[in-house]
């Protein structure tokens, strides 16, 4: 395929822009946790690549689809593979030898090097490594793994189309570090590598390749279709080059998509659950392929199969050609709801994880050929599912309502913080620059074992009672030791943040194992919100008040706010998520309150989803922070002015929220701020944030402990943006992944560094 003549004329009828990588067991999860310990080697953790590639591969082909994207798959993150396809790595990495070992050291950081920054991948719970971009960076073209998998799906007889993250999204979201100017102003110094990747690619056999632009549907650059448009003539200008689909996610592209309708790209990729045809008709698409996401590829509920195959037949007249697929990657999806035999009847008729969402697909795309009449038996399963759900007694619970409709702004407004922090002074009497930790700690093995004995029957509730009790008493002697001014219970009871609150709150469904990635080799599983929530019984009262009776020092109630266990559940689709996240804040709310009748002088509800949700349009974010702010703030505004609220938020660009973490008013805000070298403080400080805050002074994603020495610096470094009565020292995040030696390390290291700064501090008062 060397020129525009001799290029191929094919198109297709089904497929998926992105799939799932970790394994439909996890398989990867272990293989690379397994080469980190150095308990098998890189050709071990290479066979079980290639195997999830293949079986991967193979499902799509057998489902129907007749293009299967290639190059989703990851070890640990697509942008950093990205930076690796276009030599990107930050120079402190080059000098490890082996490929594999310099792309972990990116990922995770070594005891000599740190990682890169880490953040969410647009609106979605998945994490990821954000490449930087120095003046001295010199860009060059590695297309060995993505050729590699090319050849690999075609010696399988696999429709490959290769996928790569594009120029404007992979600079969009890099960072500029060393002085250099915003990653964007580099897009000229992009384009021929991508033009010469087009080669290689065409080249290899390419019939097609898809270049992800999810950046087109935000707000995140001025410019942004005449960006496009001048990007995407160019690229599509390449005399040697495979056909060209430019795929968009997660909102509507606009005049974005317009302005790829101006270029010569084969196809575009549009999001139609999130976003509406609307754009597709005005955008003068008659001769491109549009690739029609009418399957929902980041929530579970079942496809209305008349609905979307209504949307496609009136689409179809204003494109040149359609394909059906599902609205984004699999990858925020569970794998299949095979083996999910708990669930009842009724919810699992109104779900569809990825296999069923493929089903959905190849229905669609058949019916859309040969008639609704075709696939008869389908829809009618599907309207069958969704009529059950519309009546099901468990989604309109008038009790839940009618509490919904008493609350008044004085339910959720406390006193000023200045006039609530003389009283907790007074009852918790701690030093200038306090220390705690963020709530979890090592989920050890014994931990693990024992929810499992409890959930197979092995052990009865007073054992597991006694086993995990035991674990809290550890973890009460480990912090005592390493002298933390403020304990926590350590959370060996909750296996997620989230799914410990769901399996205990009526609305909620818990998956056996509806596994999805976070990053890297973390995996969650979101519980289903499904229902109207309401707290039947305490959920934490017991655990954090037996802490307490072990130790003289304070221990935090730790919670999960409304706002995160949106984010980290797949929620209902069926009304507001307003309405949802009030009915998810007074059940938190039912605990602070308990909490605080028990005792507890201290209770953290913590909200690191609280940037996640924030819509991608400008125009959107406002009505969506009035319902995150007020959710906390209800959660929070039952208890005492002398009970001090604690929140923690981790993981996100936090500079287009931080009048809204301002405004959720919590007495002490920990964050994270470890990698990005305390830049967050002056955020805050420009948005006249006035309450305690803890930046996080060391990064808990990494195995790395960090010296006494560089924590301290890291203190001194936020002692220049907050004063020292308004600073608290903790750890970017929770200590659930990481080992007990190491933790127990850090955080003697860390309360070392407290001391010192506390003996500067009051030197330079006296």
Known sequence: MSDDKTRTNTTFHATVPGVARIGANRELKRAVEAYWAGRI??????QTADGIRRDSWNQLV??????VPVNTFSYYDQMLDTAVLLGALPPRVAGIAHPLDRYFAAARGTDEVAPLEMTKWFDTNYHYLVPEIGPDTSFAVDATAVLNELAQARALGVPARPVVIGPITFLALSKAVGGAQAPLSRIDDLLPLYVELLAQ??????????????????????GLAELAERVYTELSAASARPRLLVQTYFGEAGDRLAALGRTAVDAVGVDLV??????????DLADKLVVAGVVDGRNVWRTDLDRALDALTALRPHVGSLAVSTSCSTLHVPYTLRGESQLDAALAGWLAFADEKFAEVATLSRALVHGRDDQAGQFEAARLALATRATDPRLHVAAVHDRLDALEPADWTRTTASARRPLQDAALNLPVLPTTTIGSYPQTSAIRQARHALRTGSIDACKYRNRIQ????????????AGLDVLVHGEPERNDMVQYFAEQLDGFFATANGWVQSYGSRCVRPPILFGDVARPTPMTVGWTTYAQSLTSRPVKGMLTGPVTILAWSFVRDDQPAAVTARQVALAIRDETVDLERAGVPIIQVDEPALRELLPLRAADRDAYLDWAITSFRIATGGVADATQVHTHLCYSEFGEVIGAIAALDADVTSIEAARSHMEILD???EAGFANQVGPGVYDIHSPRVPSTDEIADSLREALQAVSAERLWINPDCGLKTRRTDEVTAALRRMVAAAVLVREEAAALAG
């Open 41 to 46: 080697d890189a050709a071990a953790l290479t």
């Open 470 to 481: 035991r674990e809290i008493a550890d973890v009460i002697e480990l912090q005592e030791k």
């Open 201 to 222: 690619l065409a080249e290899g056999g390419a019939q097609w390749v898809q270049f992800d632009e999810p950046t087109l549907v935000t707000d995140q650059a001025e």
């Open 274 to 283: 999130a976003g509406t045809a609307d754009s597709v008709v005005a955008a």
């Open 62 to 67: 057998q489902a129907g689809f007749d293009s």
């Open 683 to 685: 955020d805050l400080n």
